[in-house]
T-cell receptor, first 111, second 115 residues
Framework: SQQGEEDPQALSIQEGENATMNCSYK?????LQWYRQNSGRGLVHLIL???NEREKHSGRLRVTLDTSKKSSSLLITASRAADTASYFC???????????WGAGTKLIIKP | SQTIHQWPATLVQPVGSPLSLECTVE??????LYWYRQAAGRGLQLLFY??????ISSEVPQNLSASRPQDRQFILSSKKLLLSDSGFYLC??????????????FGSGTRLTVV
């Protein structure tokens, strides 16, 4: 079943601007992960943040996690055309064998 | 790091025909393996997962089955395809020991269209 919910469902911004996507979830988690999917391709793991972490950086990516609000945000700074993709959050409770996935945010970067 | 090979990339099959999609993993041993299906513009639906050779768990009762004949081989099958089996099928892997700190590795997917 889907637990994570991303918003917005779609986001269109100009190249060079920052893009922020949000993810909410319902149950306790061990970690939360963000993935990118280019059109018609497989998913690529971007970043994992553990439940005891509040913020994590990787290059132009910044992820925050607020376990009290059961929410996370992914910020992409200085966006590029190559960032055009769908972005998914997934939560791992470690209590079973699967991740719980959101429906994704479709990000379009306009040149 | 692990790599997943998944083929074919696209497949068009008539209703009622059989299906076999194969996924092989390189660069790791004894991984957990997963088959997901993704409808157009949607998130991922877990179909099957396997924690070892011959061990298959099904998440969704349906027209499909999975098998793991070797440690790094995962196969998705159907005896008779339905129109509703159309979708984008993804294989993924993760070593259980890496789970708290590492993300999944995905294959490039198979676009299945049942006509």
């Amino acid at each position: 079943s889907q637990q994570g919910e991303e918003d917005p469902q779609a986001l269109s911004i100009q190249e060079g601007e920052n893009a922020t996507m949000n993810c909410s979830y319902k149950t306790s988690i061990n970690n939360l992960q963000w993935y990118r999917q280019n059109s018609g391709r497989g998913l690529v793991h971007l970043i994992l943040i553990r439940s005891n972490e509040r913020e994590k950086h990787s290059g132009r990516l910044r992820v925050t996690l607020d376990t009290s609000k059961k929410s996370s945000s992914l910020l992409i700074t200085a966006s590029r055309a190559a960032d055009t993709a769908s972005y998914f959050c997934a939560t791992d409770a470690l209590s079973n064998y699967q991740l719980i996935w959101g429906a994704g945010t479709k990000l379009i970067i306009k040149p | 790091s692990q790599t997943i090979h998944q083929w074919p990339a696209t497949l068009v099959q008539p209703v009622g025909s059989p299906l076999s999609l194969e996924c092989t993993v390189e660069g790791t041993s004894n991984p957990n393996l997963y088959w997901y299906r993704q409808a157009a513009g949607r998130g991922l639906q877990l179909l099957f997962y396997s924690v070892g050779i011959g061990q298959i768990s099904s998440e969704v009762p349906q027209n499909l089955s999975a098998s793991r004949p070797q440690d790094r081989q995962f196969i998705l099958s159907s005896k008779k395809l339905l129109l509703s089996d159309s979708g984008f099928y993804l294989c993924a892997c993760l070593r259980w020991a890496d789970r708290p700190t590492e993300g999944y590795t995905f294959g490039s997917g198979t676009r299945l269209t049942v006509v």
